[in-house]
């Protein structure tokens, strides 16, 4: 077996799998390299609580060009979870009850100035640096935004809890030019922003996607194979995994997050700009869980503050008559996904009525080849993510964390592995 190759691929998710097929189909020879035992990344269908649950990224939409083209090129089927018809938010220490619309109504002054002029900063969302003005916005904060808006304290909860929510992290560490761009991919509405974030999804889960598209190229692929060092000399680069290999290649594509590039040595080292992301992270920190509740409850949505160990969930299975919830917090430091007993508190903060059974989850931001959920900038990263886009001699970036429309998503990890892909066949190598 040979050592030597065209590409190097380290991580088997979707950026890396779009980039191995693109290479492979125009003849390219790639080896992709994965730590985990599995595809996907932080996708991961897992049987938990009698379920097939999706652990990481799950939801897509066709305002997301890449990833609805590969639904369309294998046929996978989509699904819808519940449409809420009721709501519970905590709020100013109470909890209320009403309809979803109400709810909606509530929230829908706050994210609407939000999200104000979205498109006139990012009027071509994958394009975001066209305009050459953004660094003073760029500095602030999603909570700069919200503490300007004169909302009724409730208002500027829940506003807060929602975009803890988007972020999986605090509003005071999120990138308000991250939010704009989230905007202005999704035209604008903070509506349909919501309905692209948690709404449909991959009927046989998102392995149906990602196994069709593995399946779809000559690359070779190997598991358990997670990578220690990338070294590059003029002309080639060479990888050493943990467990002694070495391989050689004119091109090696890394798709980890940002949040765990430190775990890769790079010889030479990275570009001061990637290092500085790379040391500093992105914003998300949060926690996903999946929660089992006695009995069948009726779709709704639970809505909270930022301060709440969970800030949002809804049901999206029944199962032998119970069920089940998919739940979020901004911070993983402050409660475990798999913690029943806080889990259980959590919930009981909207409705004390529940009798949580069991709770299940996988902690990203505790696994070494994530530490992260999905991506989200931070304040002055904007800047950061255009020289992460940027080749060092054969060494690219690609996944969600560096896309450049619908960063965060499926969607953003496709793109960018495309892009990265297009730009090795015609044969840019910086």
């Known amino acids: ?111 609407i100035a939000t999200l104000a002029n979205s498109r006139e900063y990012f009027d071509r969302p994958y394009e975001p640096f066209l305009r050459d003005d953004l660094d003073d916005l760029d500095r602030q904060t999603v909570l700069d935004r919200i503490a300007v808006l004169n909302l009724s304290p409730d208002e500027d909860e829940l506003v807060r809890g929602m975009w803890a929510l988007n972020f999986n992290a605090p509003p005071e560490v999120a990138g308000l ?82 949040n765990a590039l430190s775990g890769i040595v790079f ?29 069948e409850v009726e779709p709704c949505y639970l809505l909270g503050g930022p301060d709440l160990p969970l800030t949002f969930a809804q049901p999206e299975y029944t199962v032998d008559g119970d069920t089940v919830f998919v739940a979020f917090g901004p911070d993983s430091a402050r409660i475990r996904p798999d913690d029943l007993g806080a889990v259980a508190k959590a919930m009981a903060t909207w409705r004390p009525d529940f009798d949580v059974v069991d709770v299940a989850g996988h902690d990203w931001v505790a696994d070494p080849y994530s530490r992260e959920t999905w991506p989200m900038l931070r304040p002055g990263q904007l800047r950061q993510l255009r020289d992460l886009q940027q080749s060092e001699g054969g060494l690219h970036l690609a996944g969600s964390d560096y896309g450049t429309g619908w960063a965060g998503f499926i969607d953003g990890a496709i793109e960018s592995g495309l892009r990265t892909a297009r730009r090795l066949i015609a044969g840019e190598r910086r």
């Open 1 to 111: 077996m040979t050592n030597s190759y065209d590409v190097l691929v380290v991580g088997a998710g979707f950026a890396g799998v779009t980039a191995a097929r693109e290479l492979s189909h125009r003849g390219r020879s790639v080896l992709v390299l994965e730590a985990r035992e599995r595809i996907g990344g932080r996708t991961w269908v897992d049987n938990r609580l009698g379920l097939d649950l999706e652990m990481g990224g799950t939801w897509v939409h066709w305002l997301q060009p890449h990833v609805w083209a590969e639904i369309t090129r294998y046929g996978i089927e989509i699904t819808q979870s519940p449409p809420a018809g009721q709501a519970y938010w905590h709020a100013g220490g109470t909890v209320r009850q009403g309809s979803a619309d109400e709810l909606l109504e509530k929230l829908d002054p706050g994210m």
């Open 177 to 258: 030019t991250q939010a704009l761009r989230w905007g202005a991919a999704a035209s604008g509405s903070w509506q349909l922003l919501f309905e692209a974030c948690a709404t449909y999804k991959l009927r046989h889960g998102t392995r149906a996607l990602i196994n069709a598209m593995a399946a779809d190229t000559d690359a070779e692929i190997r598991m358990g194979s997670a990578v220690r060092t990338v070294t590059r000399t003029a002309d080639r680069v060479e990888v050493h995994t943990t467990s002694g290999e070495r391989f050689t290649a004119r091109d090696v594509i890394v798709t980890l997050p940002m």
């Open 267 to 295: 010889d030479p080292g990275l570009s001061a700009l990637k290092q500085a992301a790379a040391t500093e992270g992105q914003a998300s920190r949060g926690v996903k869980t999946w929660v089992k509740v006695r009995g």
